[in-house]
Protein backbone atom coordinates (compact mmCIF):
# COMPACT_ATOMS: atom_id res chain seq x y z
CA UNK A 1 0.00 0.00 0.00
CA UNK A 2 1.97 3.23 -1.16
CA UNK A 3 1.42 5.46 2.07
CA UNK A 4 3.99 7.76 1.95
CA UNK A 5 5.37 10.37 0.58
CA UNK A 6 9.27 12.06 -0.38
CA UNK A 7 9.82 15.44 0.34
CA UNK A 8 13.01 17.19 -1.04
CA UNK A 9 14.19 20.70 -0.13
CA UNK A 10 16.51 22.04 -2.56
CA UNK A 11 18.37 25.40 -1.08
CA UNK A 12 21.30 27.46 -2.39
CA UNK A 13 23.43 26.46 1.25
CA UNK A 14 22.05 22.99 1.61
CA UNK A 15 19.35 19.76 0.16
CA UNK A 16 17.48 17.59 2.58
CA UNK A 17 15.48 15.13 1.89
CA UNK A 18 12.08 13.40 4.06
CA UNK A 19 10.39 10.51 4.33
CA UNK A 20 6.26 11.42 5.69
CA UNK A 21 3.79 9.35 6.43
CA UNK A 22 0.04 10.17 4.52
CA UNK A 23 -0.54 12.74 6.93
CA UNK A 24 2.96 14.58 6.61
CA UNK A 25 4.23 13.20 9.79
CA UNK A 26 8.25 13.08 8.74
CA UNK A 27 9.44 9.93 10.02
CA UNK A 28 13.26 10.44 8.64
CA UNK A 29 15.12 13.30 7.31
CA UNK A 30 18.83 13.27 5.55
CA UNK A 31 20.83 16.82 4.26
CA UNK A 32 23.89 17.78 3.12
CA UNK A 33 25.49 20.72 1.91
CA UNK A 34 24.41 21.94 -1.90
CA UNK A 35 27.98 22.24 -3.04
CA UNK A 36 25.91 24.88 -5.75
CA UNK A 37 28.88 25.27 -7.41
CA UNK A 38 29.28 21.28 -8.74
CA UNK A 39 26.09 22.25 -10.76
CA UNK A 40 22.44 20.30 -11.25
CA UNK A 41 23.85 17.23 -12.05
CA UNK A 42 26.23 16.41 -9.34
CA UNK A 43 22.90 17.82 -6.90
CA UNK A 44 20.76 15.68 -8.84
CA UNK A 45 22.73 12.09 -7.61
CA UNK A 46 23.55 13.33 -4.35
CA UNK A 47 19.56 13.51 -3.79
CA UNK A 48 19.08 10.08 -5.78
CA UNK A 49 21.60 8.53 -3.24
CA UNK A 50 19.58 10.66 -0.38
CA UNK A 51 16.07 9.55 -0.74
CA UNK A 52 16.78 5.86 -1.03
CA UNK A 53 19.07 6.66 2.52
CA UNK A 54 15.96 8.32 3.91
CA UNK A 55 13.68 5.69 2.83
CA UNK A 56 15.92 3.33 4.48
CA UNK A 57 15.93 5.23 7.82
CA UNK A 58 11.96 5.22 7.95
CA UNK A 59 12.15 1.74 7.11
CA UNK A 60 10.16 2.50 4.10
CA UNK A 61 10.16 0.21 1.01
CA UNK A 62 10.58 2.44 -2.23
CA UNK A 63 7.48 0.62 -3.39
CA UNK A 64 5.82 2.59 -0.71
CA UNK A 65 6.03 5.57 -1.87
CA UNK A 66 3.33 7.50 -3.88
CA UNK A 67 4.35 10.58 -5.00
CA UNK A 68 7.30 13.19 -3.99
CA UNK A 69 7.08 16.96 -3.63
CA UNK A 70 10.00 19.11 -4.25
CA UNK A 71 10.13 22.38 -2.90
CA UNK A 72 13.22 24.73 -5.02
CA UNK A 73 14.24 28.07 -6.21
CA UNK A 74 12.52 29.61 -8.52
CA UNK A 75 11.77 30.78 -11.37
CA UNK A 76 10.21 27.27 -12.58
CA UNK A 77 7.25 25.95 -14.45
CA UNK A 78 5.63 24.38 -12.29
CA UNK A 79 3.15 21.92 -15.51
CA UNK A 80 6.78 20.86 -16.77
CA UNK A 81 8.83 20.44 -14.15
CA UNK A 82 11.35 22.81 -15.65
CA UNK A 83 13.58 24.83 -13.16
CA UNK A 84 14.75 28.65 -14.93
CA UNK A 85 18.30 29.49 -13.48
CA UNK A 86 17.40 30.34 -10.45
CA UNK A 87 19.71 33.24 -8.60
CA UNK A 88 20.74 30.52 -6.10
CA UNK A 89 21.32 27.73 -8.16
CA UNK A 90 24.26 28.75 -10.78
CA UNK A 91 24.19 25.94 -13.50
CA UNK A 92 20.28 25.22 -13.12
CA UNK A 93 19.32 26.46 -16.71
CA UNK A 94 16.22 24.67 -18.22
CA UNK A 95 16.60 21.77 -16.11
CA UNK A 96 13.96 19.38 -16.12
CA UNK A 97 13.96 18.50 -12.32
CA UNK A 98 10.80 16.86 -12.59
CA UNK A 99 11.49 14.79 -15.62
CA UNK A 100 14.44 13.29 -13.99
CA UNK A 101 13.14 12.66 -10.57
CA UNK A 102 10.12 10.70 -11.89
CA UNK A 103 12.90 8.65 -14.63
CA UNK A 104 14.33 7.29 -11.20
CA UNK A 105 11.44 6.85 -9.01
CA UNK A 106 8.78 6.46 -10.85
CA UNK A 107 6.61 7.75 -8.75
CA UNK A 108 4.50 11.39 -10.08
CA UNK A 109 6.86 14.71 -8.76
CA UNK A 110 5.33 18.03 -7.82
CA UNK A 111 7.87 21.19 -8.25
CA UNK A 112 6.89 24.38 -6.78
CA UNK A 113 9.57 27.14 -5.82
CA UNK A 114 10.30 27.88 -2.71
CA UNK A 115 8.00 30.54 -1.45
CA UNK A 116 4.86 28.93 -2.00
CA UNK A 117 5.40 25.64 -1.23
CA UNK A 118 6.41 27.31 2.52
CA UNK A 119 2.33 29.48 2.27
CA UNK A 120 1.00 25.90 1.23
CA UNK A 121 2.80 24.28 4.45
CA UNK A 122 1.76 27.14 6.69
CA UNK A 123 -1.99 26.85 5.51
CA UNK A 124 -1.46 23.13 5.71
CA UNK A 125 0.00 22.36 9.11
CA UNK A 126 0.85 26.11 10.60
CA UNK A 127 -0.45 29.51 10.89
CA UNK A 128 -2.91 29.16 7.68
CA UNK A 129 -4.79 26.31 8.91
CA UNK A 130 -8.99 26.71 8.59
CA UNK A 131 -8.64 30.36 5.79
CA UNK A 132 -9.57 30.69 2.73
CA UNK A 133 -7.23 33.31 1.69
CA UNK A 134 -4.02 33.02 3.18
CA UNK A 135 -0.79 35.62 2.18
CA UNK A 136 2.84 34.04 3.70
CA UNK A 137 5.63 36.30 3.01
CA UNK A 138 8.93 35.31 4.00
CA UNK A 139 11.44 38.17 5.81
CA UNK A 140 14.53 36.74 4.37
CA UNK A 141 17.85 37.15 2.08
CA UNK A 142 14.78 38.82 0.27
CA UNK A 143 10.82 39.15 0.64
CA UNK A 144 9.05 36.32 -0.72
CA UNK A 145 5.45 35.34 -0.99
CA UNK A 146 2.94 32.97 -1.68
CA UNK A 147 -0.89 33.16 -1.86
CA UNK A 148 -2.93 30.04 -1.00
CA UNK A 149 -6.52 30.06 -1.74
CA UNK A 150 -9.27 27.98 -0.98
CA UNK A 151 -6.29 25.15 -0.11
CA UNK A 152 -4.06 25.69 -3.35
CA UNK A 153 -1.36 27.92 -4.08
CA UNK A 154 -2.31 30.67 -6.62
CA UNK A 155 0.02 30.47 -9.49
CA UNK A 156 -0.88 33.22 -12.05
CA UNK A 157 -0.26 32.56 -16.09
CA UNK A 158 2.95 31.59 -15.81
CA UNK A 159 3.88 30.63 -12.05
CA UNK A 160 5.00 34.22 -11.29
CA UNK A 161 2.35 35.25 -8.98
CA UNK A 162 3.24 36.40 -5.54
CA UNK A 163 6.01 38.48 -5.98
CA UNK A 164 4.93 40.43 -3.11
CA UNK A 165 8.75 41.53 -2.40
CA UNK A 166 8.73 43.29 -6.05
CA UNK A 167 6.21 45.89 -5.24
CA UNK A 168 7.73 49.42 -5.88
CA UNK A 169 7.19 51.30 -3.35
CA UNK A 170 9.99 54.22 -3.70
CA UNK A 171 10.60 54.09 -7.52
CA UNK A 172 14.20 56.39 -6.67
CA UNK A 173 15.13 54.09 -3.88
CA UNK A 174 17.82 51.86 -3.23
CA UNK A 175 18.51 48.85 -5.92
CA UNK A 176 16.70 45.76 -5.44
CA UNK A 177 18.41 42.52 -6.44
CA UNK A 178 15.63 42.15 -9.25
CA UNK A 179 17.53 45.05 -11.29
CA UNK A 180 14.85 47.53 -10.28
CA UNK A 181 14.60 50.48 -7.67
CA UNK A 182 12.76 50.30 -4.23
CA UNK A 183 11.00 47.18 -4.00
CA UNK A 184 10.00 46.38 -0.75
CA UNK A 185 12.19 43.66 -0.81
CA UNK A 186 15.08 46.39 -1.19
CA UNK A 187 13.89 47.80 1.59
CA UNK A 188 12.93 45.18 4.59
CA UNK A 189 14.64 42.32 3.35
CA UNK A 190 17.38 41.31 5.91
CA UNK A 191 20.50 43.08 3.83
CA UNK A 192 18.14 45.51 3.06
CA UNK A 193 17.97 46.23 7.27
CA UNK A 194 21.58 45.70 7.55
CA UNK A 195 22.48 48.06 4.72
CA UNK A 196 20.12 50.82 6.23
CA UNK A 197 21.91 50.12 9.49
CA UNK A 198 25.11 50.55 8.15
CA UNK A 199 24.32 54.20 6.61
CA UNK A 200 22.54 54.93 10.25
CA UNK A 201 26.15 53.66 11.84
CA UNK A 202 27.73 56.09 9.39
CA UNK A 203 26.19 58.67 10.37
CA UNK A 204 26.03 57.79 14.59
CA UNK A 205 28.08 55.19 15.35
CA UNK A 206 27.23 55.13 18.88
CA UNK A 207 25.00 52.10 18.65
CA UNK A 208 24.73 48.87 20.60
CA UNK A 209 24.14 47.12 16.72
CA UNK A 210 28.35 47.80 16.16
CA UNK A 211 28.76 46.92 20.15
CA UNK A 212 26.69 43.29 18.97
CA UNK A 213 28.74 42.94 15.80
CA UNK A 214 31.75 43.05 16.93
CA UNK A 215 32.64 47.01 16.41
CA UNK A 216 33.06 45.76 12.87
CA UNK A 217 30.68 47.63 10.52
CA UNK A 218 30.97 44.92 7.43
CA UNK A 219 29.68 42.54 9.89
CA UNK A 220 26.48 43.89 11.04
CA UNK A 221 23.43 41.97 10.43
CA UNK A 222 19.54 42.27 10.69
CA UNK A 223 19.79 40.19 13.44
CA UNK A 224 22.04 42.72 15.34
CA UNK A 225 19.86 45.66 14.63
CA UNK A 226 16.74 43.48 15.94
CA UNK A 227 18.73 42.29 19.12
CA UNK A 228 20.24 46.61 19.99
CA UNK A 229 16.54 47.14 19.49
CA UNK A 230 15.32 45.08 22.17
CA UNK A 231 18.00 46.35 24.35
CA UNK A 232 16.45 49.54 23.54
CA UNK A 233 19.21 51.25 21.61
CA UNK A 234 17.88 54.21 19.84
CA UNK A 235 19.60 53.72 16.25
CA UNK A 236 18.14 50.85 16.29
CA UNK A 237 14.39 51.34 17.52
CA UNK A 238 14.28 53.71 15.10
CA UNK A 239 15.42 51.42 12.04
CA UNK A 240 12.87 48.71 13.49
CA UNK A 241 10.42 51.47 13.15
CA UNK A 242 11.11 52.25 9.52
CA UNK A 243 11.34 48.63 8.53
CA UNK A 244 7.63 47.90 10.16
CA UNK A 245 6.25 51.49 8.37
CA UNK A 246 7.64 49.87 4.71
CA UNK A 247 6.12 46.67 5.56
CA UNK A 248 3.16 47.89 7.05
CA UNK A 249 2.39 49.55 3.95
CA UNK A 250 3.82 46.84 1.39
CA UNK A 251 1.11 44.78 3.37
CA UNK A 252 -1.88 47.64 3.22
CA UNK A 253 -1.35 47.24 -0.45
CA UNK A 254 -1.69 43.41 -0.48
CA UNK A 255 -4.87 43.79 1.80
CA UNK A 256 -6.78 46.17 -0.13
CA UNK A 257 -5.53 44.09 -3.33
CA UNK A 258 -6.32 40.68 -1.96
CA UNK A 259 -8.37 41.16 1.12
CA UNK A 260 -6.75 37.93 2.73
CA UNK A 261 -8.27 36.10 6.27
CA UNK A 262 -4.50 36.40 7.45
CA UNK A 263 -0.95 37.54 6.71
CA UNK A 264 1.37 35.18 7.75
CA UNK A 265 5.06 36.86 8.30
CA UNK A 266 8.36 34.30 8.15
CA UNK A 267 11.81 34.26 9.25
CA UNK A 268 12.72 37.82 10.35
CA UNK A 269 9.11 38.77 11.19
CA UNK A 270 8.91 35.09 12.85
CA UNK A 271 12.28 36.13 15.13
CA UNK A 272 11.27 39.41 15.99
CA UNK A 273 7.83 38.55 17.67
CA UNK A 274 6.32 41.81 18.56
CA UNK A 275 8.92 44.01 18.49
CA UNK A 276 8.17 44.23 14.68
CA UNK A 277 4.77 42.46 14.17
CA UNK A 278 3.01 45.17 16.63
CA UNK A 279 3.82 48.32 14.38
CA UNK A 280 3.35 46.41 11.26
CA UNK A 281 -0.33 45.96 12.47
CA UNK A 282 -0.27 49.62 13.73
CA UNK A 283 0.42 50.40 10.34
CA UNK A 284 -2.02 48.33 8.29
CA UNK A 285 -4.70 49.64 10.48
CA UNK A 286 -3.57 53.26 10.00
CA UNK A 287 -3.11 52.71 6.31
CA UNK A 288 -5.82 49.76 4.93
CA UNK A 289 -8.93 50.33 4.17
CA UNK A 290 -11.71 49.69 6.72
CA UNK A 291 -13.24 46.69 5.62
CA UNK A 292 -10.21 44.38 4.56
CA UNK A 293 -8.22 45.43 7.69
CA UNK A 294 -11.07 44.59 9.73
CA UNK A 295 -11.13 40.88 7.94
CA UNK A 296 -7.08 40.23 8.16
CA UNK A 297 -5.02 39.11 10.60
CA UNK A 298 -1.34 39.48 10.73
CA UNK A 299 0.37 36.59 12.53
CA UNK A 300 4.14 35.32 12.38
CA UNK A 301 4.35 32.30 10.40
CA UNK A 302 4.61 29.05 12.22
CA UNK A 303 6.61 25.83 10.79
CA UNK A 304 10.56 27.66 11.39
CA UNK A 305 13.04 25.25 11.34
CA UNK A 306 10.83 22.20 9.86
CA UNK A 307 9.22 24.75 7.11
CA UNK A 308 11.40 23.52 4.20
CA UNK A 309 10.78 19.83 5.08
CA UNK A 310 6.87 20.64 5.74
CA UNK A 311 6.93 22.68 2.41
CA UNK A 312 8.14 20.18 0.29
CA UNK A 313 6.19 16.70 2.00
CA UNK A 314 2.64 19.83 1.94
CA UNK A 315 2.62 18.99 -1.83
CA UNK A 316 2.09 15.79 -1.98
CA UNK A 317 -0.33 15.26 1.06
CA UNK B 1 -38.88 27.03 -19.54
CA UNK B 2 -36.68 29.34 -17.95
CA UNK B 3 -34.45 30.55 -19.73
CA UNK B 4 -34.19 34.39 -19.50
CA UNK B 5 -32.64 35.95 -17.28
CA UNK B 6 -33.15 39.63 -15.76
CA UNK B 7 -30.17 41.90 -14.83
CA UNK B 8 -30.48 44.90 -12.88
CA UNK B 9 -27.83 47.91 -12.78
CA UNK B 10 -27.95 50.19 -9.07
CA UNK B 11 -26.01 53.34 -10.29
CA UNK B 12 -25.74 56.63 -8.37
CA UNK B 13 -27.22 58.33 -11.01
CA UNK B 14 -29.30 55.97 -12.68
CA UNK B 15 -31.13 52.21 -12.74
CA UNK B 16 -31.14 50.00 -15.30
CA UNK B 17 -33.32 46.62 -16.08
CA UNK B 18 -32.58 44.42 -18.90
CA UNK B 19 -33.75 41.38 -19.78
CA UNK B 20 -31.77 38.33 -22.04
CA UNK B 21 -32.00 35.39 -22.97
CA UNK B 22 -29.52 32.51 -21.35
CA UNK B 23 -26.66 33.10 -23.29
CA UNK B 24 -26.49 36.67 -22.38
CA UNK B 25 -28.07 38.39 -25.35
CA UNK B 26 -29.84 41.48 -24.21
CA UNK B 27 -33.55 41.65 -25.22
CA UNK B 28 -35.25 44.61 -23.36
CA UNK B 29 -34.15 47.01 -21.20
CA UNK B 30 -35.89 50.15 -19.15
CA UNK B 31 -33.83 53.25 -17.17
CA UNK B 32 -34.24 55.91 -14.94
CA UNK B 33 -32.93 58.13 -13.02
CA UNK B 34 -31.97 56.85 -9.10
CA UNK B 35 -32.96 59.55 -7.35
CA UNK B 36 -30.50 58.68 -4.68
CA UNK B 37 -31.76 61.41 -2.34
CA UNK B 38 -35.33 59.16 -2.11
CA UNK B 39 -33.58 56.36 -0.58
CA UNK B 40 -33.54 52.77 -0.95
CA UNK B 41 -37.22 51.78 -0.85
CA UNK B 42 -38.49 54.27 -3.72
CA UNK B 43 -35.47 53.23 -5.47
CA UNK B 44 -36.76 49.53 -5.22
CA UNK B 45 -40.23 50.05 -5.69
CA UNK B 46 -39.35 51.47 -9.37
CA UNK B 47 -36.89 48.54 -9.85
CA UNK B 48 -40.25 46.05 -9.16
CA UNK B 49 -41.82 48.64 -11.90
CA UNK B 50 -39.04 48.03 -14.29
CA UNK B 51 -38.50 44.88 -14.38
CA UNK B 52 -41.80 44.25 -14.97
CA UNK B 53 -42.14 46.46 -17.72
CA UNK B 54 -38.71 44.83 -18.79
CA UNK B 55 -39.74 41.60 -18.97
CA UNK B 56 -43.29 42.80 -21.30
CA UNK B 57 -40.88 44.72 -23.52
CA UNK B 58 -38.99 41.05 -24.08
CA UNK B 59 -42.74 39.35 -24.71
CA UNK B 60 -40.89 37.38 -21.67
CA UNK B 61 -43.32 35.62 -18.95
CA UNK B 62 -41.98 36.30 -15.41
CA UNK B 63 -42.40 32.28 -14.95
CA UNK B 64 -39.54 32.56 -17.53
CA UNK B 65 -37.20 34.19 -15.71
CA UNK B 66 -34.69 31.69 -14.18
CA UNK B 67 -32.34 34.62 -11.97
CA UNK B 68 -31.84 37.75 -11.28
CA UNK B 69 -28.48 39.60 -11.19
CA UNK B 70 -27.51 42.78 -9.68
CA UNK B 71 -24.61 45.39 -9.94
CA UNK B 72 -24.61 47.60 -7.27
CA UNK B 73 -21.81 49.67 -5.86
CA UNK B 74 -20.40 47.82 -2.82
CA UNK B 75 -19.51 47.62 0.16
CA UNK B 76 -21.71 44.77 -0.10
CA UNK B 77 -21.83 41.18 1.11
CA UNK B 78 -22.48 38.78 -1.73
CA UNK B 79 -23.75 35.75 0.34
CA UNK B 80 -26.21 37.61 2.58
CA UNK B 81 -26.76 39.97 -0.49
CA UNK B 82 -27.06 43.10 2.19
CA UNK B 83 -25.87 46.09 0.92
CA UNK B 84 -23.63 48.56 3.30
CA UNK B 85 -23.91 52.12 2.83
CA UNK B 86 -22.50 52.68 -0.67
CA UNK B 87 -21.30 56.27 -0.82
CA UNK B 88 -23.40 56.78 -3.95
CA UNK B 89 -26.27 55.60 -1.94
CA UNK B 90 -26.89 57.38 0.71
CA UNK B 91 -29.84 55.64 3.16
CA UNK B 92 -29.08 52.22 1.38
CA UNK B 93 -27.69 51.30 5.35
CA UNK B 94 -27.42 47.30 5.62
CA UNK B 95 -30.30 47.07 3.15
CA UNK B 96 -31.41 43.38 2.56
CA UNK B 97 -31.52 44.03 -1.23
CA UNK B 98 -31.36 40.38 -2.35
CA UNK B 99 -34.18 38.97 0.25
CA UNK B 100 -36.36 41.98 -1.07
CA UNK B 101 -35.92 41.09 -4.74
CA UNK B 102 -36.08 36.96 -4.24
CA UNK B 103 -39.61 38.20 -2.15
CA UNK B 104 -40.93 39.79 -4.57
CA UNK B 105 -40.05 37.20 -7.63
CA UNK B 106 -39.50 34.11 -6.27
CA UNK B 107 -36.47 33.85 -8.07
CA UNK B 108 -32.36 33.41 -6.85
CA UNK B 109 -30.95 36.61 -7.12
CA UNK B 110 -27.07 37.28 -7.48
CA UNK B 111 -25.80 40.68 -6.11
CA UNK B 112 -22.27 41.70 -6.78
CA UNK B 113 -20.47 45.10 -6.43
CA UNK B 114 -20.08 46.45 -9.96
CA UNK B 115 -16.03 46.88 -10.75
CA UNK B 116 -16.23 43.02 -9.76
CA UNK B 117 -19.58 42.46 -12.08
CA UNK B 118 -18.00 44.28 -14.46
CA UNK B 119 -14.82 42.29 -14.43
CA UNK B 120 -16.77 39.28 -14.85
CA UNK B 121 -18.62 40.64 -17.92
CA UNK B 122 -15.04 41.45 -19.36
CA UNK B 123 -14.36 37.86 -19.05
CA UNK B 124 -17.70 36.40 -20.22
CA UNK B 125 -18.38 38.91 -22.78
CA UNK B 126 -15.74 41.41 -23.84
CA UNK B 127 -11.23 41.44 -23.49
CA UNK B 128 -10.93 38.99 -21.15
CA UNK B 129 -12.76 35.74 -23.18
CA UNK B 130 -10.17 32.80 -22.90
CA UNK B 131 -7.91 34.00 -20.00
CA UNK B 132 -7.84 32.36 -16.80
CA UNK B 133 -6.33 35.12 -14.63
CA UNK B 134 -8.21 38.40 -15.39
CA UNK B 135 -7.62 41.86 -14.12
CA UNK B 136 -9.81 44.56 -14.83
CA UNK B 137 -9.45 48.17 -13.97
CA UNK B 138 -11.68 51.11 -13.81
CA UNK B 139 -10.44 54.64 -14.28
CA UNK B 140 -13.96 56.63 -13.84
CA UNK B 141 -14.77 58.82 -10.96
CA UNK B 142 -12.50 56.42 -8.96
CA UNK B 143 -10.52 53.55 -9.52
CA UNK B 144 -12.35 50.12 -8.87
CA UNK B 145 -11.08 46.76 -9.83
CA UNK B 146 -12.15 42.93 -10.07
CA UNK B 147 -10.13 40.21 -10.23
CA UNK B 148 -11.69 37.28 -12.16
CA UNK B 149 -9.73 33.85 -11.35
CA UNK B 150 -10.81 30.66 -13.84
CA UNK B 151 -13.84 32.31 -14.59
CA UNK B 152 -15.07 33.41 -11.26
CA UNK B 153 -15.11 36.27 -9.27
CA UNK B 154 -11.64 36.74 -6.66
CA UNK B 155 -14.08 38.07 -3.30
CA UNK B 156 -11.43 37.61 -0.30
CA UNK B 157 -12.31 37.01 2.70
CA UNK B 158 -14.94 39.96 2.99
CA UNK B 159 -15.96 40.39 -0.38
CA UNK B 160 -13.48 43.80 -0.43
CA UNK B 161 -10.88 42.12 -2.83
CA UNK B 162 -9.83 44.31 -5.71
CA UNK B 163 -9.05 47.28 -4.10
CA UNK B 164 -6.49 47.78 -6.52
CA UNK B 165 -7.13 51.73 -6.66
CA UNK B 166 -6.34 52.13 -3.19
CA UNK B 167 -3.06 50.47 -3.39
CA UNK B 168 -0.65 53.47 -1.76
CA UNK B 169 1.73 54.97 -3.70
CA UNK B 170 2.55 58.25 -2.25
CA UNK B 171 1.78 58.33 1.24
CA UNK B 172 2.08 61.95 1.57
CA UNK B 173 0.36 62.36 -1.26
CA UNK B 174 -3.12 64.33 -2.18
CA UNK B 175 -5.90 62.99 0.43
CA UNK B 176 -8.09 60.38 -1.84
CA UNK B 177 -11.71 59.72 -1.18
CA UNK B 178 -10.87 56.54 1.44
CA UNK B 179 -9.31 58.80 3.80
CA UNK B 180 -5.74 57.73 3.25
CA UNK B 181 -3.51 59.38 0.94
CA UNK B 182 -1.25 58.81 -2.14
CA UNK B 183 -3.83 56.35 -3.28
CA UNK B 184 -3.55 55.18 -7.12
CA UNK B 185 -6.96 56.05 -7.45
CA UNK B 186 -6.13 60.17 -5.61
CA UNK B 187 -3.72 60.42 -8.62
CA UNK B 188 -5.04 58.86 -11.64
CA UNK B 189 -9.19 58.72 -11.73
CA UNK B 190 -11.36 61.89 -13.29
CA UNK B 191 -11.29 64.07 -10.78
CA UNK B 192 -7.63 63.44 -9.39
CA UNK B 193 -6.62 64.31 -13.21
CA UNK B 194 -8.51 66.83 -13.20
CA UNK B 195 -6.96 68.07 -10.21
CA UNK B 196 -3.49 68.22 -11.46
CA UNK B 197 -4.20 69.78 -14.54
CA UNK B 198 -5.82 72.78 -12.74
CA UNK B 199 -2.89 72.85 -10.33
CA UNK B 200 -0.59 73.21 -13.60
CA UNK B 201 -2.77 75.85 -15.26
CA UNK B 202 -2.14 77.76 -12.25
CA UNK B 203 1.16 77.55 -12.69
CA UNK B 204 0.91 78.00 -16.75
CA UNK B 205 -2.58 79.04 -17.91
CA UNK B 206 -1.30 79.32 -21.41
CA UNK B 207 -3.14 75.84 -22.25
CA UNK B 208 -5.90 74.07 -24.76
CA UNK B 209 -7.14 72.40 -21.41
CA UNK B 210 -8.02 75.68 -20.49
CA UNK B 211 -9.72 76.58 -23.59
CA UNK B 212 -11.27 73.51 -24.33
CA UNK B 213 -12.95 74.19 -20.64
CA UNK B 214 -14.23 77.36 -22.06
CA UNK B 215 -11.84 79.34 -20.34
CA UNK B 216 -13.00 78.41 -16.80
CA UNK B 217 -10.39 76.26 -14.74
CA UNK B 218 -13.23 75.18 -12.79
CA UNK B 219 -15.00 73.46 -15.53
CA UNK B 220 -11.68 71.25 -16.32
CA UNK B 221 -11.98 67.52 -16.51
CA UNK B 222 -9.69 64.47 -17.51
CA UNK B 223 -11.77 64.64 -21.13
CA UNK B 224 -10.07 68.45 -21.32
CA UNK B 225 -6.71 66.91 -20.50
CA UNK B 226 -6.65 64.13 -23.05
CA UNK B 227 -7.96 66.13 -26.18
CA UNK B 228 -5.44 69.01 -25.74
CA UNK B 229 -2.89 66.20 -25.39
CA UNK B 230 -4.06 64.94 -28.54
CA UNK B 231 -3.74 68.61 -30.04
CA UNK B 232 -0.05 68.07 -28.79
CA UNK B 233 -0.40 70.41 -26.32
CA UNK B 234 2.93 70.45 -24.03
CA UNK B 235 0.74 70.69 -20.36
CA UNK B 236 -1.85 67.95 -21.25
CA UNK B 237 0.92 65.55 -22.64
CA UNK B 238 2.96 66.15 -18.96
CA UNK B 239 -0.15 65.25 -17.74
CA UNK B 240 -0.74 62.30 -19.80
CA UNK B 241 2.17 61.45 -19.25
CA UNK B 242 2.27 61.32 -15.54
CA UNK B 243 -1.11 59.63 -14.90
CA UNK B 244 0.73 57.31 -17.78
CA UNK B 245 3.40 56.26 -14.87
CA UNK B 246 1.57 56.54 -11.66
CA UNK B 247 -0.73 53.68 -13.30
CA UNK B 248 2.05 51.92 -15.21
CA UNK B 249 3.93 51.76 -11.76
CA UNK B 250 0.46 50.20 -9.99
CA UNK B 251 -0.33 48.04 -12.58
CA UNK B 252 3.46 46.87 -11.85
CA UNK B 253 2.78 46.07 -8.44
CA UNK B 254 -0.47 44.78 -9.43
CA UNK B 255 1.26 42.28 -12.35
CA UNK B 256 4.58 41.07 -9.86
CA UNK B 257 1.97 40.65 -7.30
CA UNK B 258 -0.76 38.45 -9.30
CA UNK B 259 0.77 37.51 -12.81
CA UNK B 260 -2.36 37.92 -14.43
CA UNK B 261 -3.01 36.87 -17.92
CA UNK B 262 -4.62 40.09 -18.97
CA UNK B 263 -5.06 43.51 -17.59
CA UNK B 264 -7.80 45.39 -19.05
CA UNK B 265 -8.51 49.20 -18.17
CA UNK B 266 -11.43 50.52 -19.07
CA UNK B 267 -13.65 54.22 -19.23
CA UNK B 268 -10.65 57.12 -18.68
CA UNK B 269 -8.04 54.42 -20.72
CA UNK B 270 -10.64 52.91 -22.79
CA UNK B 271 -11.72 56.40 -24.06
CA UNK B 272 -8.07 57.58 -24.28
CA UNK B 273 -6.64 54.41 -26.16
CA UNK B 274 -3.12 54.19 -27.55
CA UNK B 275 -2.35 58.12 -26.22
CA UNK B 276 -2.56 56.39 -22.25
CA UNK B 277 -2.17 52.56 -22.71
CA UNK B 278 1.63 52.91 -24.89
CA UNK B 279 2.45 54.75 -22.31
CA UNK B 280 1.44 53.30 -19.18
CA UNK B 281 2.77 49.53 -21.48
CA UNK B 282 5.82 51.38 -21.61
CA UNK B 283 6.18 51.68 -18.24
CA UNK B 284 4.96 48.42 -16.91
CA UNK B 285 7.81 46.70 -19.21
CA UNK B 286 10.15 49.00 -17.22
CA UNK B 287 9.35 48.39 -13.84
CA UNK B 288 7.99 44.84 -13.38
CA UNK B 289 10.09 41.45 -13.18
CA UNK B 290 10.43 39.94 -16.74
CA UNK B 291 8.44 37.08 -16.07
CA UNK B 292 5.13 38.47 -15.62
CA UNK B 293 6.05 41.30 -17.57
CA UNK B 294 6.57 38.93 -20.37
CA UNK B 295 3.18 37.20 -19.79
CA UNK B 296 0.52 39.95 -19.45
CA UNK B 297 -1.13 41.70 -21.80
CA UNK B 298 -2.60 45.45 -21.15
CA UNK B 299 -5.35 46.19 -23.21
CA UNK B 300 -8.46 48.21 -23.31
CA UNK B 301 -11.95 47.17 -22.07
CA UNK B 302 -14.15 46.13 -24.57
CA UNK B 303 -17.84 46.42 -23.57
CA UNK B 304 -18.23 50.55 -23.18
CA UNK B 305 -21.63 51.58 -22.83
CA UNK B 306 -22.86 48.10 -22.23
CA UNK B 307 -20.96 47.55 -19.71
CA UNK B 308 -23.98 47.92 -16.79
CA UNK B 309 -25.89 45.72 -18.64
CA UNK B 310 -23.65 42.86 -19.15
CA UNK B 311 -22.50 43.35 -15.83
CA UNK B 312 -25.47 42.05 -14.03
CA UNK B 313 -26.44 39.77 -16.53
CA UNK B 314 -22.73 38.20 -16.27
CA UNK B 315 -23.89 37.21 -13.06
CA UNK B 316 -26.71 34.80 -13.85
CA UNK B 317 -25.49 33.11 -17.37
Known sequence: MKKHVVGIDIGGTKLATVVADATGNILSKVRQPTLAEQGPEYALQQLFEMVYETLALAGVEQSAMSAIGVSCGGPLDTKTGVVYSPPNLPGWDAFPLKTRLESEFQVPVTIE??????????????????????LYMTMSTGIGGGIVLNGRIYHGANDSAGEVGHQILLPDGPRCGCGKRGCLEALCSGPAIARRAKDAIQKKPATAILTLAGGCIEQVKSEHVLEAARQGDAVALKLVEETAYYM??????????????????????????????????ETVAAL??????????????????????????????
Open 248 to 281: GWGITNLVNILNPDIVLLGTIAMAAGALLLEPIR
Open 288 to 317: AMARPADAVKIMPAQLGETLGDRAAVALVV
Open 113 to 134: NDANASALAEWRFGGGRGYDAV
